[in-house]
């Protein structure tokens, strides 16, 4: 249909270049081979668009080819769209900005219904109800939104019915207010932000006439001053200022008359309950054109808590300078980079600067390298990357004073967030006295060590988490265990040395007080805050049964804390046994004299001997005693008789056991024979003895005997034997 409208376009166009100026719609027909009805349709829309004019003639009406540009041609310009419509609703003319909306051309539409362009798919159903219920003379205006390529645009169509070149028709313009619609919409946003703003801010918002008079006070009035707001309009400012105040602004001394632009930053102002509060103001003069000041316009901001607060602020700031300065330790406060990898000074103490000689300008000019040494450069590395780690570090270091020389420093480093930086506190102390202290303890212990090696006694000590620190000499050679393999061992270690268990030692009773310790002890005596006890054991080495004796005591520090226990042993096996025969001996020598005496008073022999091999077999502690009588001249009965005290029962009586020998023939004999022919007394392990003699006393489990011979009188003889 495009290919055939611009055709007849053309041929009608080409009619006018064959040599008459001026045709008529006959001529044009006959000329361009198109019906009549066909041309004169053309020809309204060639004169619209401003190719052709037509003039009339009488009642003929000529056509020319148009010189000048018609006012279509110029509303072409517009950025408007505009279209032409006829009485029936056909286009007749449509601008470029028309054309481009719908991507199309003039001859393409021209003289097609609104219909068949489907506007009411582009510009939707109400505007072209619009266009339909237009009347003559009536102008009508409808909105149209426009949804293409994900962009929505607003265009506000204008319909006016008008006579358009001598010819009634419909004019519709169509405006894009989308970017007016939006400028509008955030002109009435902004005016209900600011209306929401004026009204909700906290702060207040006065403004006043040149000679002080209120004129608007917003809704904020009363929550800061207890005043209503038609409370204070038409009232002086002058009359709620603190009268100290005022003077601040107004002009002169003796002039009463407020200058309002000498307005205070901040003043104290009377609320309704009398109370002062201070405001912090920002004004502004509203000038005329002519430069003249019309009104004031302020912002009041309540700064009374903001005050207090300060003068709080202002009093603890001078409290923690007071203890910054006056602290016994040297404070450094460091700012960090954001990778903790550099470090400014930011503040120091007073002592910080005196122990390092510089002044305070100076030391914050300085940076870490210049008062860590170089030989601890490393050592400091590593203290930054566990800082990095933990936000935190405990460290000795040396650092380097103004004269060049090295003081050594406990630092206690901490990293926080000072206003969104992050900055380090460390607390660093002089430490050099410590170290003298320290040097001299560890020259104390190198020669308690010394003393220790040398002692002729065991002596091991305990730190006071129970790991042995020290193992002598002495202590090796009784317990087999060397030094390197003792040291630093807990959990009751040095015990399994010389107990064969892993047990509390007496030094373990110094650190714990636990009483039940004790009870592994003998003869356990406390004196303040040593103790000695003695106890018996199995020899490490030789695992014979010897004796200890044990004495323990606390070592003290400098602050009088128990950091240790010295525990020393000595051998005391030869007089302990030396002790036990003693005291065999005497209970012997006790028992003996009282069998003498009691053989002396007692009418019967027999009960006098009983009691006697009682007392002798509790005193000597062996399994039985026996008195044993010889049979009279050559019988071969040996044993007339015996009496026997039984350890296991503790009773004393006539009985008959091993020793019950009868001789078979004189060339048997046995150990019992001898001691009453030879007349001595014999001692002897049983393994020792005679087949004979071992096949009486084996089954029975004696061990060992001891034979004394007793001679009563001169054919009598007693046996006393002791059996173990």
């Known amino acids: 249909m495009d290919s055939g409208s611009s055709k007849i376009n053309q041929d009608i166009l080409t009619t006018f270049t064959l040599g008459k100026k001026s045709l008529s719609i006959s001529d044009i027909s006959r000329l361009s081979g198109h019906h009549r009805h066909t041309v004169a349709r053309y020809l309204d829309n060639l004169v619209s668009s401003g190719k052709l004019e037509m003039r009339q003639h009488g009642q003929k009406k000529k056509y020319y080819l148009s010189d000048i540009q018609p006012e279509s041609s110029i509303l072409n310009f517009s950025p408007h769209m505009l279209i032409i419509l006829n009485i029936d609703l056909t286009i007749r003319w449509a601008n470029d900005s028309f054309l481009r909306m719908i991507n199309t051309t003039i001859e393409a539409i021209s003289n097609l219904s609104i219909e068949a362009l489907h506007l009411d798919d582009l510009f939707g159903p109400d505007l072209v109800a619009a266009i339909r219920m237009i009347r003559t003379g009536e102008t009508r205006s409808e909105e149209a939104r426009i949804e293409r390529e994900d962009k929505v645009t607003l265009y506000l169509f204008t319909i006016s019915s008008v006579s358009f070149q001598e010819r009634p028709a419909l004019v519709i313009t169509g405006e894009d207010v989308t970017e007016k619609r939006a400028l509008q919409e955030a002109i009435r946003t902004s005016e209900s932000n600011l209306r929401l703003i004026t009204e909700s801010v906290h702060d207040?918002?006065?403004?006043?006439?040149?000679?002080?008079?209120?004129?608007?006070?917003?809704?904020?009035?009363?929550?800061?001053?207890?005043?209503?707001?038609?409370?204070?309009?038409?009232?002086?400012?002058?009359?709620?200022?603190?009268?100290?105040?005022?003077?601040?602004?107004?002009?002169?001394?003796?002039?009463?008359?407020?200058?309002?632009?000498r307005l205070p930053s901040s003043f104290r102002f009377r609320t309704l309950k009398g109370k002062w509060i201070w405001f912090e103001t920002t004004t502004t003069p509203r000038l005329s054109e002519s430069g003249e000041i019309l009104d004031y316009i302020s912002v009041w901001r309540d700064i009374t808590a903001w005050l207090e607060a300060e003068t709080k602020l202002a009093l603890s700031e001078e409290k923690y300078r007071r203890l910054f300065e006056g602290a016994k330790d040297a404070i450094i406060l460091m700012e960090l980079t954001e990778n903790l990898n550099h470090a400014r000074f930011r503040e120091v103490n007073n002592l910080t600067c005196q122990m390092t000689g510089y002044t305070y300008q100076e030391f914050l000019t300085l940076s870490l390298s210049d008062i860590i040494p170089s030989s601890m450069q490393d050592f400091f590395q590593e203290v930054v990357e566990t800082f990095r780690q933990n936000e935190q570090a405990f460290f000795e270091i040396d650092?380097?004073?103004?004269?060049?020389?090295?003081?050594?420093?406990?630092?206690?480093?901490?990293?926080?967030?000072?206003?969104?930086?992050?900055?380090?506190?460390?607390?660093?102390?002089?430490?050099?006295?410590r170290r003298k202290t320290e040097a001299a303890i560890k020259e104390a212990h190198q020669r308690l060590e010394d003393i220790l090696e040398f002692l002729p006694d065991p002596v091991f000590v305990l730190d006071a988490q129970g790991e042995v620190t020290a193992w002598n000499r002495a202590m090796e050679e009784l317990t087999g265990t060397r030094k390197n393999d003792i040291i630093g061992k807990p959990d009751y270690a040095c015990a399994m040395s010389f107990y064969h268990q892993?047990?509390?030692?007496?030094?373990?009773?110094?650190?714990?007080?636990?009483?039940?310790?004790?009870?592994?002890?003998?003869?356990?005596?406390?004196?303040?805050?040593?103790?000695?006890?003695?106890?018996?054991?199995?020899?490490?080495?030789?695992?014979?049964?010897?004796?200890?004796?044990?004495?323990?005591?606390?070592?003290?520090?400098?602050?009088g804390e128990i950091i240790g226990i010295i525990e020393t042993l000595r051998d005391i096996s030869e007089r302990k046994i030396m002790e036990l025969e003693i005291r065999k001996q005497n209970a012997i020598f006790e028992a003996v004299s009282r069998a003498a005496s009691d053989i002396l008073q007692s009418k019967s022999f027999e009960d006098a001997a009983l009691r006697t091999i009682g007392l002798i077999g509790e005193a000597t502690s062996v399994g039985k005693v026996c008195l044993l009588e010889k049979a009279p001249g050559s019988s071969l009965q040996l044993i007339k008789s015996e009496l026997e005290w039984d350890a296991k029962t503790g009773v004393a009586g006539r009985t008959r056991s091993p020793f019950s020998l009868r001789i078979k023939s004189e060339k048997d004999t046995s150990i019992i024979q001898s001691v009453f022919s030879e007349e001595k007394p014999v001692y002897s392990m049983v393994k020792d003895l005679s087949e004979e003699d071992r096949r009486v006393l084996e089954p029975y489990g004696v061990k060992s005997i001891l034979l004394v011979p007793i001679r009563i009188r001169k054919d009598i003889w007693l046996g006393g034997s002791r059996v173990s």
């Open 502 to 559: 892993k047990r509390p030692v007496l030094a373990d009773y110094i650190l714990s007080r636990d009483e039940s310790i004790l009870f592994r002890y003998n003869n356990t005596d406390i004196d303040g805050d040593k103790i000695t006890a003695d106890v018996q054991t199995l020899h490490p080495v030789t695992k014979n049964r010897i004796w200890l004796w044990i004495k323990a005591a606390p070592i003290y520090n400098l602050q």
């Open 399 to 433: 650092l380097v004073r103004k004269d060049k020389s090295t003081l050594p420093v406990e630092v206690n480093a901490h990293l926080f967030y000072l206003q969104g930086k992050p900055v380090v506190l460390a607390i660093t102390r002089d430490i050099t006295e």
């Open 204 to 261: 207040m918002i006065i403004r006043w006439e040149t000679d002080g008079t209120i004129s608007y006070v917003s809704p904020a009035c009363e929550l800061l001053t207890g005043y209503v707001s038609q409370e204070l309009m038409e009232k002086k400012i002058s009359e709620f200022i603190h009268p100290e105040d005022l003077p601040r602004f107004q002009n002169g001394n003796h002039e009463q008359t407020v200058n309002w632009s």
